[in-house]
């Protein structure tokens, strides 16, 4: 059947603009589609899925209204006409169907993997996780390691395939804290604490950026994820510890003064409540020093 | 005391592209004020138009300023695009920061509060009166406080670009950004009270056309027989007045933060930033489908009329909106699924989010059913419907994509998510306005639009929309987040956005076809004339009147026992009968919509620059303009028999000539 007439001119124009959008995809530079951890993994493998589900509907309407238009146009004679045909009930009840079976099968997916890839709950791995408190700045990223005794700025390492625990926060306007290679992003809030796991499958540097406005320096609120292996993490931990830069109360407070493109930085930290005194700052009345732990420490 | 408040000359000093704005601005504002003078307009203007309470008028000037403010909103993406084309590495592109920050927030709260409200506010006031067969709206000066309390918001959003600043907390606000100790400036202000001002002009009109809708139909139209577009409507005002309070409140706090140092939303002093990010969507959802529902309404018009075939599936189009109107009251957390609410929550609010869909599906096979068995005749409406099919099932299924909340958390406030809500915002709502501006464009003005130039405007608007937001969903694929005003050139973002700027581009040739539409289409009126009153061969009884639409609408008050009563009633020969006139009273003009709203702007301008003695005069002189007034009983004219006889008989010559 020849197809003519606007609504072909449109298809034909919408599929050539989706299948060039489809090619640049390819060409490979979509981090999201090209997962460096585990979350991000089965995160774009729910986002293909459901992709792959929305056009068993999509394509079959895109077909019937090029197919009906064309039909169905002022000039064709020939096609019945019936301008007072206006229910059916059969066919009424099947496109109610069509969407409500997709749909739910879109339910089933997505409470399932609203739990399973909930992104406060723990990984399961036979490595132990390490545990990140994350700072959010303005306008930088301060990276805590409670049990390490170490802290960096703008940076932040962890090994290669061990779940990574990050308790986020931000001591400035709201921000989000995401490294899309390894998967989704999670608010970082004053007076909250939110919680994001995820682990690196790789070695690499991933790129992390606060995915919220957050004043004017937001934009350069990058900083780089490094997987490496153990021993390089632990050798990037001694040099912190030997870095001579300690993180207290009174360098944090001044690191805390807005600034922008600030540059990698690594501390030994002294204080281990600096995370939680800062998360509780916000509360009324402050709670006692001595009430304050670590939040998310193992030790 | 100070009696300017904190207004001093440094709030009239910008940077040079703001600079340009604030002078075309000007020049624009003396150009109009010029020509009104020039040609002796004045009192024109004052009579036929800023004192009109016709609903029709109104729904005009609702387009005019519109259509100005999307201009205005183009300009402001014209910035963006240019911005994030070239500000990348060492380059820091053409504007600063914070003036880049302005730009996209003004961006969104124009489009959707100026432009899009706008749009819809103008349509409903000219066609809803029309179709259900009704003279005027329930309450036609509180109609015109509710435009001119749109056109005061208006007025204070482009003032905050000569004088100080606009908020660049972004379209929404959210705090602790917005609050006194991030953002210690005017801008923010200026955002709360223009859509303060307007926010309540939108829900006194949600009250008037629900009002309308449900006491003021013809004899004989049950709710069922109600045309769709009156349908879409009444769901969507019912949204405007369980929403638009919301927002009301919200504002006022944030407003509360800001002028009297409490703590709704601090994140110090026990407030909570999460509540307004709460509170602030549980109006931002249904807005969003306080938009969409009258779009569809429009599209389901055209597609009867162009397709010559009664509306398919109509009680399904019925219960397809009520089921749209309820739900989207339980979806709005999908908007911040990354605030780290549980997994049970999370998963509870994709699930309905998904829910939506399935009327929105059904809806579009309705239509596809409408034109099957049917003779579609490819007018411009028709155009802009089947570009909506497209856009809108592309929008939709990436909605659709985002409603998982492990998905969204990868592309939560990225570009995507920009990619997406423009697919659905001008994809569906505006391509769907700009259906109904072509569609009932005879009706307003008398005359047709050019077909051929609203094709080219179509085809420019298609092709350039998809041009400019496919390459945004892949940056937001590669990680780009929104309102970046610059970044690294390692990211290998350039050259999209380079070719997102050249569909913005396509686009502006598209808005430059409308103009040149316009502008042709007034110069050729005599050619385009619509004689009849029904140029479409339409349904509904808005086309069984001459165009443009006399002031009473109906002569004799229709009866109605059909669906589509005009097209039943030509199908059975009795679309034109004779009647016997009688005197019609209608309401006077005033002007004291325009002096309330004008006090209303005041107020704003003094409370944004703290100049309590003008807020104070200004409060008392909206009290002072209600009271005048509520006491004027002088309020009724009546249009004698005799008159409408003549009218009516003009229109029957007129009709005969065709």
Same mark, same amino acid.
């Given at each position: 059947?020849?197809?003519?007439?606007?609504?072909?001119?449109?298809?034909?124009?919408?599929?050539?603009?989706?299948?060039?959008?489809?090619?640049?995809?390819?060409?490979?530079?979509?981090?999201?589609?090209?997962?460096?951890?585990?979350?991000?993994?089965?995160?774009?493998?729910?986002?293909?899925?459901?992709?792959?589900?929305?056009?068993?509907?999509?394509?079959?309407?895109?077909?019937?209204?090029?197919?009906?238009?064309?039909?169905?146009?002022?000039?064709?004679?020939?096609?019945?006409?019936?301008?007072?045909?206006?229910?059916?009930?059969?066919?009424?009840?099947?496109?109610?169907?069509?969407?409500?079976?997709?749909?739910?099968?879109?339910?089933?997916?997505?409470?399932?993997?609203?739990?399973?890839?909930?992104?406060? #709950?723990?990984?399961?791995?036979?490595?132990?996780?390490?545990?990140?408190?994350?700072?959010?700045?303005?306008? #930088?990223?301060?990276?805590?390691?409670?049990?390490?005794?170490?802290?960096?700025?703008?940076?932040?390492?962890?090994?290669?395939?061990?779940?990574?625990?990050?308790?986020?926060?931000?001591?400035?306007?709201?921000?989000?804290?995401?490294?899309?290679?390894?998967?989704?992003?999670?608010?970082?809030?004053?007076?909250?604490?939110?919680?994001?796991?995820?682990?690196?499958?790789?070695?690499?540097?991933?790129?992390?950026?606060?995915?919220?406005?957050?004043?004017?320096?937001?934009?350069?609120?990058?900083?780089?994820?490094?997987?490496?292996?153990?021993?390089?993490?632990?050798?990037?931990?001694?040099?912190?510890?030997?870095?001579?830069?300690?993180?207290?109360?009174?360098?944090?407070?001044?690191?805390? #003064?807005?600034?922008?493109?600030?540059?990698? #930085?690594?501390?030994?930290?002294?204080?281990?409540?600096?995370?939680?005194?800062?998360?509780?700052?916000?509360?009324?009345?402050?709670?006692?020093?001595?009430?304050?732990?670590?939040?998310?420490?193992?030790? | 005391?100070?009696? /300017?408040?904190? &207004?001093?000359?440094?709030? $009239?000093?910008?940077?040079?592209?703001?600079?340009?704005?604030?002078?075309?601005?000007?020049?624009?504002?003396?150009?109009?004020?010029?020509?009104?003078?020039?040609?002796?307009?004045?009192?024109?203007?004052?009579?036929?138009?800023?004192?009109?309470?016709?609903?029709?008028?109104?729904?005009?000037?609702?387009?005019?300023?519109?259509?100005?403010?999307?201009?205005?909103?183009?300009?402001?993406?014209?910035?963006?695009?240019?911005?994030? %084309?070239?500000?990348?590495?060492?380059?820091?592109?053409?504007?600063?920061?914070?003036?880049?920050?302005?730009?996209?927030?003004?961006?969104?709260?124009?489009?959707? $509060?100026?432009?899009?409200?706008?749009?819809?506010?103008?349509?409903?006031?000219?066609?809803?009166? &029309?179709?259900?067969?009704?003279?005027?709206?329930?309450?036609?000066?509180?109609?015109?406080?509710?435009?001119?309390?749109?056109?005061?918001?208006?007025?204070?959003?482009?003032?905050?670009?000569?004088?100080?600043?606009?908020?660049?907390?972004?379209?929404?606000?959210?705090?602790?950004?917005?609050?006194?100790?991030?953002?210690?400036?005017?801008?923010?202000?200026?955002?709360?009270?223009?859509?303060?001002?307007?926010?309540?002009?939108?829900?006194?009109?949600?009250?008037?056309?629900?009002?309308?809708?449900?006491?003021?139909?013809?004899?004989?139209?049950?709710?069922?027989?109600?045309?769709?577009?009156?349908?879409?409507?009444?769901?969507?005002?019912?949204?405007?007045?369980?929403?638009?309070?919301?927002?009301?409140?919200? &504002?006022?706090?944030?407003?509360?933060?800001?002028?009297?140092?409490?703590?709704?939303?601090?994140?110090?002093?026990?407030?909570?930033?999460?509540?307004?990010?709460?509170?602030?969507?549980?109006?931002?959802?249904?807005?969003?489908?306080?938009?969409? &529902?009258?779009?569809?309404?429009?599209?389901?018009?055209?597609?009867?009329?162009?397709?010559?075939?009664?509306?398919?599936?109509?009680?399904?189009?019925?219960?397809?909106?009520?089921?749209?109107?309820?739900?989207?009251?339980?979806?709005?957390?999908?908007?911040?699924?990354?605030?780290?609410?549980?997994?049970?929550?999370?998963?509870?609010?994709?699930?309905?989010?998904?829910?939506?869909?399935?009327?929105?599906?059904?809806?579009?096979?309705?239509?596809?059913?409408?034109?099957?068995?049917?003779?579609?005749?490819?007018?411009?409406?028709?155009?802009?419907?089947?570009?909506?099919?497209?856009? $809108?099932?592309?929008?939709?299924?990436?909605?659709?994509?985002?409603?998982?909340?492990?998905?969204?958390?990868?592309?939560?406030?990225?570009?995507?998510?920009? %990619?997406?809500?423009?697919?659905?915002?001008?994809?569906?709502?505006?391509?769907?306005?700009?259906?109904?501006?072509?569609?009932?464009?005879?009706?307003?003005?008398?005359?047709?639009?050019?077909?051929?130039?609203?094709?080219? /405007?179509?085809?420019?608007?298609?092709?350039?929309?998809?041009?400019?937001?496919?390459?945004?969903?892949?940056?937001?694929?590669?990680?780009?987040?929104?309102?970046?005003?610059?970044?690294?050139?390692?990211?290998?973002?350039?050259?999209? $956005?380079?070719?997102?700027?050249?569909?913005? @581009?396509?686009?502006?040739?598209?808005?430059?076809?409308?103009?040149?539409?316009?502008?042709?289409?007034?110069?050729?009126?005599?050619?385009?004339?619509?004689?009849?009153?029904?140029?479409?061969?339409?349904?509904?009884?808005?086309?069984?009147?001459?165009?443009?639409?006399?002031?009473?609408?109906?002569?004799?008050?229709?009866?109605?026992?059909?669906?589509?009563?005009?097209?039943?009633?030509?199908?059975?020969?009795?679309?034109?009968?004779?009647?016997?006139?009688?005197?019609?009273?209608?309401?006077?003009?005033?002007?004291?919509?325009?002096?309330?709203?004008?006090?209303?702007?005041?107020?704003?301008?003094?409370?944004?620059?703290?100049?309590?003695?003008?807020?104070?005069?200004?409060?008392?002189?909206?009290?002072?303009?209600?009271?005048?007034?509520?006491?004027?009983?002088?309020?009724?004219?009546?249009?004698?028999?005799?008159?409408?006889?003549?009218?009516?008989?003009?229109?029957? @010559?007129?009709?005969?000539?065709?």
């Amino acid at each position: 059947m020849k197809l003519r007439g606007p609504a072909a001119a449109i298809a034909v124009i919408t599929v050539v603009i989706l299948a060039a959008a489809v090619t640049v995809l390819h060409m490979g530079g979509a981090v999201i589609l090209n997962p460096k951890g585990m979350v991000a993994d089965q995160e774009r493998t729910l986002l293909i899925v459901a992709t792959g589900l929305s056009l068993l509907v999509i394509i079959p309407v895109f077909i019937m209204t090029l197919v009906i238009t064309w039909r169905y146009r002022e000039t064709n004679t020939k096609a019945t006409y019936q301008p007072n045909w206006d229910r059916s009930r059969t066919a009424e009840t099947i496109w109610w169907l069509i969407p409500t079976a997709l749909i739910l099968a879109l339910s089933i997916i997505t409470w399932q993997s609203s739990h399973s890839l909930d992104p406060a #709950k723990a990984l399961a791995s036979s490595t132990p996780p390490i545990t990140v408190q994350v700072i959010a700045l303005d306008w #930088k990223w301060l990276f805590i390691y409670p049990d390490q005794h170490v802290a960096s700025v703008n940076m932040v390492q962890f090994p290669e395939g061990t779940p990574v625990h990050f308790v986020i926060t931000s001591d400035a306007p709201m921000n989000s804290f995401w490294i899309p290679a390894l998967g989704g992003q999670i608010y970082a809030m004053p007076g909250m604490s939110t919680q994001l796991n995820l682990m690196a499958n790789t070695t690499g540097d991933f790129k992390g950026s606060s995915a919220n406005i957050s004043g004017v320096g937001f934009a350069s609120m990058r900083f780089v994820a490094r997987s490496s292996s153990q021993l390089a993490f632990e050798q990037w931990v001694a040099a912190a510890k030997a870095s001579g830069n300690a993180l207290t109360q009174a360098s944090y407070d001044q690191l805390a #003064k807005p600034s922008s493109n600030n540059a990698v #930085k690594v501390y030994t930290l002294t204080d281990r409540s600096l995370y939680d005194r800062t998360v509780m700052k916000y509360m009324m009345p402050l709670p006692q020093s001595s009430e304050l732990g670590s939040y998310g420490s193992t030790q | 005391m100070n009696l /300017a408040g904190r &207004l001093t000359v440094s709030a $009239f000093m910008h940077d040079p592209i703001t600079m340009g704005g604030v002078l075309m601005m000007i020049v624009l504002g003396l150009g109009v004020v010029g020509a009104l003078f020039y040609f002796k307009r004045w009192r024109w203007l004052w009579r036929e138009w800023l004192t009109a309470l016709d609903p029709k008028k109104i729904g005009v000037m609702y387009l005019g300023l519109a259509s100005f403010m999307l201009l205005r909103g183009v300009a402001d993406v014209m910035m963006i695009r240019v911005q994030q %084309a070239t500000s990348v590495g060492a380059s820091h592109g053409i504007v600063s920061t914070d003036t880049f920050q302005q730009v996209f927030s003004a961006h969104g709260t124009i489009m959707i $509060f100026f432009v899009a409200m706008g749009f819809m506010f103008g349509l409903i006031n000219l066609i809803v009166p &029309l179709q259900i067969g009704a003279r005027d709206v329930a309450f036609p000066f509180l109609n015109s406080v509710s435009f001119w309390l749109y056109a005061s918001g208006l007025a204070l959003i482009n003032l905050s670009l000569v004088i100080g600043s606009f908020s660049p907390a972004g379209w929404l606000a959210y705090p602790p950004l917005s609050e006194l100790a991030y953002s210690p400036g005017v801008g923010v202000d200026y955002w709360i009270w223009s859509l303060q001002i307007a926010g309540l002009g939108s829900l006194l009109s949600g009250i008037n056309f629900t009002v309308t809708i449900l006491r003021m139909r013809a004899v004989g139209m049950s709710l069922m027989k109600m045309p769709i577009f009156v349908w879409s409507v009444l769901c969507a005002m019912a949204l405007v007045i369980f929403a638009f309070p919301i927002l009301t409140a919200t &504002l006022a706090m944030l407003a509360l933060d800001r002028t009297l140092g409490m703590h709704f939303f601090t994140a110090t002093g026990g407030g909570n930033p999460m509540m307004y990010v709460n509170l602030i969507w549980s109006w931002g959802h249904p807005e969003v489908y306080i938009l969409m &529902l009258p779009a569809f309404g429009i599209y389901s018009e055209i597609v009867a009329t162009f397709a010559r075939k009664r509306l398919f599936g109509y009680k399904s189009m019925v219960f397809a909106l009520g089921a749209i109107t309820v739900l989207s009251f339980i979806v709005w957390l999908h908007h911040f699924f990354t605030m780290g609410a549980g997994a049970d929550v999370n998963a509870f609010f994709g699930i309905m989010t998904g829910v939506i869909a399935i009327p929105t599906g059904v809806k579009v096979f309705n239509w596809l059913f409408t034109m099957y068995r049917g003779r579609i005749k490819f007018a411009t409406p028709m155009y802009w419907f089947l570009g909506f099919v497209f856009t $809108f099932t592309i929008g939709g299924m990436t909605g659709v994509l985002m409603s998982v909340p492990a998905i969204d958390f990868q592309v939560h406030n990225t570009l995507f998510l920009v %990619a997406h809500f423009h697919n659905m915002i001008i994809g569906g709502v505006l391509f769907g306005y700009f259906a109904g501006f072509s569609y009932w464009f005879p009706k307003m003005f008398g005359f047709k639009l050019n077909e051929r130039l609203g094709r080219y /405007a179509f085809w420019c608007w298609f092709v350039g929309f998809l041009v400019a937001f496919m390459p945004l969903y892949i940056l937001g694929l590669m990680g780009a987040t929104r309102r970046l005003d610059h970044y690294d050139a390692s990211m290998g973002w350039q050259w999209l $956005f380079i070719v997102a700027g050249v569909g913005v @581009a396509i686009i502006c040739a598209g808005i430059g076809f409308q103009l040149l539409q316009l502008a042709v289409s007034i110069w050729k009126r005599k050619a385009n004339q619509d004689l009849t009153g029904d140029p479409w061969n339409g349904r509904t009884l808005e086309w069984s009147v001459a165009s443009p639409a006399p002031v009473y609408n109906f002569a004799v008050l229709p009866v109605v026992s059909e669906r589509d009563p005009f097209w039943e009633a030509k199908e059975a020969n009795q679309a034109y009968g004779l009647a016997k006139y009688s005197d019609i009273v209608m309401p006077k003009n005033s002007g004291m919509g325009l002096i309330i709203a004008g006090f209303a702007f005041i107020f704003g301008f003094a409370v944004v620059w703290h100049i309590w003695w003008l807020v104070a005069l200004a409060l008392l002189g909206v009290i002072v303009s209600i009271v005048v007034r509520a006491s004027d009983d002088d309020t009724e004219a009546i249009i004698p028999a005799a008159e409408v006889q003549r009218l009516e008989a003009a229109a029957r @010559a007129r009709r005969q000539t065709a």
